[in-house]
């Protein structure tokens, strides 16, 4: 009898990965799809990052590491987080994964037990409440809209948390969004969490370095609730190594045991070759993750400008990452032929198979209105991929 698990039917597939599937199996076909669905930086790994990985295969570094990662990564990024964000942390402190995803999901099962209530702003990255649903917790959404440039208040946040809610879901700068929260902002925030001393915060920063305003501010900089923060991280974005899968967590000691105790049940540490590559990326130097820094910010003033010449798009102007999140909704209820576009998914289905421009519906993101465009992207892709999309929604009537 082909039954899975009560678990595995809790859970909903990735949206970001059936839209990239779909758009795979239309260039597959000939159609020229331009992909705008994927958060993937479309630059090549740094040279000096991938020279350090060839020294370590040539030098034998292909047996298991301990399950948190070589003491000489855990320590260069011991020291990235004191030179780069000001925060003191012992290498007993950090656990390295397979990408920050695996972090972000082993600080969940970690501290969340069945019907404990974690709270997640929406707009949020698709994998987070699957995961509080994996660990069999309650996500529990506060709705941000871009009216507030998809940023939660304190009077919100004070107003999710009851007696149930074991942790906040923070990413700034944010998928899908791009916004990011300031010093201020994140103090807001913080103060209100100082009243409830059961609330553990999740600071997913995977996007830092990939800023358009100035420095990057964490939550754990903030003494008095430092102890009480997992900041989670990794060389995906900043250094273009997504398929590399080295992701970390600065936490709390009991944190990291119990992440520890978890991923040496189902991983292990992660790859060695990596291992070694990341700590060069951490410890060498840092001048190529500011030229694709400045590239991305290029992009996204060119994005923003094209998108807000499109009749009917909403669009603010984000701050990092490389997303651009519009609102779209009044495109709902119009027609084109045998396409109606009653919500997002419909309108992202639309813009694939008549634009042939792959983006992400906002439903997935817990913003319905909305929709989802990667801007890590060739300037040519992202000006013909406007042109198309303006194009296109014209039909519309």
């Not at 900043?238 to 189902?266: D, H, S």
């Not at 540490?269 to 060498?284: D, L, M």
Request: glycine share 6%.
């Amino acid at each position: 009898m082909e039954q899975l698990s009560d678990r595995l039917n809790r859970l909903s597939p990735s949206a970001t990965l059936a839209m990239s599937q779909k758009s795979s199996e239309l260039k597959a076909q000939g159609v020229d799809v331009i992909n705008l669905s994927v958060g993937e930086p479309d630059f090549n790994t740094p040279d000096h990052i991938k020279a350090a990985a060839i020294k370590a295969v040539e030098e034998n570094w292909s047996r298991y590491s301990p399950v948190p990662g070589y003491p000489e990564l855990k320590q260069a990024i011991v020291n990235k987080l004191k030179n780069e964000n000001g925060l003191d942390y012992k290498p007993s402190q950090i656990l390295c994964s397979n990408g920050a995803k695996q972090s972000v999901c082993n600080a969940i099962m970690a501290i969340i037990n069945a019907g404990d209530e974690v709270i997640i702003p929406a707009p949020y990255w698709v994998s987070y409440p699957q995961m509080v649903l994996l660990a069999e917790g309650t996500p529990v959404f506060i709705d941000a809209p871009i009216e507030q440039d998809f940023k939660i208040t304190p009077e919100q946040l004070e107003a999710a948390i009851t007696p149930k809610t074991r942790a906040l879901i923070l990413c700034s700068p944010s998928n899908p969004t791009g916004s990011v929260y300031s010093k201020e902002e994140l103090e807001g925030l913080k103060n209100v969490l100082l009243k409830h001393e059961r609330v553990i915060v999740i600071a997913d920063e995977i996007y830092e370095h990939i800023n358009y305003v100035g420095k990057h501010a964490s939550i754990a900089s903030f003494d008095d609730i430092k102890d009480r923060v997992v900041v989670i991280n990794g060389v995906s974005k900043a250094y273009a190594m997504t398929g590399w899968r080295i992701g970390f967590i600065a936490a709390p000691e009991w944190i990291v045991k119990g992440c520890n105790k978890l991923q040496g049940q189902y991983t292990s540490g992660p790859c060695s070759v990596s291992q070694k590559a990341a700590e060069v990326a951490f410890a060498g130097p840092q001048q190529c993750v500011e030229d694709m820094r400045q590239a991305f910010e290029r992009r996204k003033n060119l994005i923003v400008k094209l998108a807000k010449e499109i009749p009917g798009l909403e669009v603010n102007e984000p701050q990092g990452a490389f997303y651009l999140f519009p609102k779209c909704s009044s495109y709902f209820g119009k027609k084109d032929g045998d396409h109606v576009i009653n919500n997002s998914s419909d309108f992202a289905m639309y813009l694939l198979e008549v634009g042939h421009v792959a983006t992400v519906g906002g439903d997935a993101f817990g913003s319905p209105e909305c929709f989802r465009m990667s801007y890590a992207t060739s300037d040519e892709n992202i000006v013909e991929s406007m042109k198309r999309i303006k194009e296109t929604l014209a039909r519309l009537k």
